[in-house]
């Protein structure tokens, strides 16, 4: 899955390639957020209305294991021609360079880390909230929030499938730019 002109490694006389518009991520993005909300009310166990807080991990449950399995897929595909990659900060130039190039048709603005395992991605143009419109009170950035638990999950599964064990953060301060911290989460034996 690809959305330009596949350059080396990916060939687009591959029978087995597939592109895709990014008009239909864009949509399939905007379209993910309402519906993981009608399918939290759906679920409720309760006859009566969920409270906001239960709803909103509801919601966050949904979306970023929803991204999380697609971060696993894309990260198994678009690496598997690549030699592997064993040390964290290649994977997350990777994912910052590479990946994110595939999916938002454009590389992080800004990565930083610690060298103790916490990298903070800036993108200052994020695709999904480019064209979301604002509303005076800081309405905007609250109703933005749930539009980066699938980006965020993205990264999560990207990680995981590359043997890293981390928790990512996904937050907004200023539409249309996004910060995703990542945690690594070292395995001790």
């Not at 087995?16 to 009310?41: H, T």
């Not at 454009?106 to 930083?112: A, E, M, R, S, T």
């Amino acid at each position: 899955m690809s959305f330009e002109t596949p350059a080396p490694p990916f060939n687009a006389l591959d029978p087995q390639a597939r592109f895709v518009n990014s008009s239909c991520l864009d949509f399939l993005l905007i379209e993910l957020v309402p519906l993981a909300y009608r399918m939290a009310k759906e679920i409720s166990l309760s006859d009566e209305k969920p409270d906001d807080e239960e709803q909103r991990e509801a919601v966050f449950y949904r979306l970023e294991m929803l991204g999380y399995r697609v971060g696993q897929g894309l990260a198994e595909r678009f690496s598997r021609d690549r030699p592997r990659l064993v040390d964290t900060l290649d994977v997350i130039k990777f994912l910052c360079k590479d990946l994110w190039t595939l999916v938002f048709r454009k590389q992080i603005d800004n990565l930083k880390t610690n060298h103790r395992g916490v990298f903070v991605l800036t993108d200052n143009s994020f695709r999904p909230l480019n064209r979301m419109s604002t509303e005076s009170g800081g309405q905007a950035i609250l109703r933005a929030q749930p539009f980066l638990y699938f980006p965020g999950g993205i990264i999560r599964g990207t990680l995981a499938s590359m043997g890293i064990n981390a928790t990512v953060q996904a937050e907004t301060s200023q539409l249309p730019g996004a910060t995703f911290q990542i945690k690594t989460i070292s395995n001790k034996l």
